[in-house]
């Protein structure tokens, strides 16, 4: 039997992955059907237009021996052998009519999954803020998210890397907002060298050691994350590569601009809440002389 841990990387592998991502299978090898475990997943149903849970209608396998394709009836006794195919398909719980398929292949080895085939495509939907925020360079994150699902390493990496280098002006002007009034000259001082300078990865050098604790969860800095990204370039690896680059550009990308959003949103409530009282305090004032 799978452990908890194995059916918490499987949903992961189903929901998440992209195209060709392996996902090895500890401690053991797979020998049967039941060592592929049965769970339900969490996807975008374009019916119910938002995140539903996803139950398993039908699980088969493609038999590499001969290749016949057929549907499990017990698993416990269903062997698999190399180079074999199991199909999934699940259907969304809520409306029961929209359906999401994955081919998954079991390798030579028997030690790993690959994500071979999944209808609909995989994809990264943009919330609202995140795309009135990218604005015309939103179709830019698509692209590059439907590269990314394909395993196009390189390609996502270009849309990616793209989005920061247009965007990388905007959010550093925004971080000053977030920081002390005393480490606010230093600050700008930094932001004025990133005006002459034409490279992206520059810019991030220059201000990245500036970001504020708010910026750094768990001591981490995105923009860290992003120049170590950018830096391998798309010149030098492979699809592989590149695709582990894309997928640190996006979130790290997803963090600031949410983080960033969400101070500016905080910052206005706060200034309308304390702007409410004075006005109130100052209307009694008033009253009293009167």
Excluded at 163 to 175: A, F
Aim: aromatic fraction near 10%; proline fraction near 3%; include cysteine.
């Amino acid at each position: 039997m799978v452990s908890q841990m194995e059916k918490e990387k499987f949903i992961k592998f189903l929901e998440k992955k992209p195209l060709y991502t392996r996902l090895r299978v500890e401690p053991k090898k797979i020998e049967i059907v039941a060592d592929i475990p049965n769970v339900n997943i969490n996807l975008y149903c374009d019916l119910c237009r938002d995140n539903r849970t996803f139950q398993l209608r039908e699980k088969a396998i493609f038999y590499n021996d001969g290749n016949y394709f057929v549907s499990i009836i017990d698993e416990n006794t269903s062997p698999v052998s190399s180079n074999d195919r199991i199909f999934f398909r699940y259907t969304c719980a809520s409306c029961h009519n929209f359906d999401q398929d994955f081919l998954i292949r079991i390798s030579d080895s028997m030690d790993y999954l690959q994500k071979i085939g999944q209808y609909p495509e995989w994809s990264i939907r943009i919330d609202k803020t995140l795309k009135e925020i990218l604005g015309k360079y939103a179709e830019n994150y698509e692209t590059g998210s439907k590269l990314e699902s394909l395993g196009k390493g390189i390609g996502a990496f270009a849309y990616y890397r793209r989005i920061i280098e247009v965007k990388i002006d905007e959010l550093l002007n925004l971080i000053p907002e977030l920081m002390p009034d005393e480490e606010k000259e230093k600050l700008m001082g930094a932001l004025e060298e990133t005006k002459k300078s034409k490279y992206a990865q520059e810019k991030i050098q220059l201000i990245k050691d500036l970001l504020p604790i708010s910026l750094r969860p768990g001591g981490l800095n995105p923009l860290d994350i992003l120049y170590e990204a950018l830096s391998v370039g798309i010149h030098t690896e492979d699809d592989k590569k590149c695709l582990e680059s894309a997928e640190k550009i996006r979130i790290g990308l997803n963090f600031l601009i949410k983080r960033l959003i969400e101070y500016n949103q905080d910052t206005l409530e706060f200034t309308n809440a304390m702007k409410h009282f004075l006005e109130k305090k100052q209307k009694h004032l008033e009253k009293k002389k009167s």
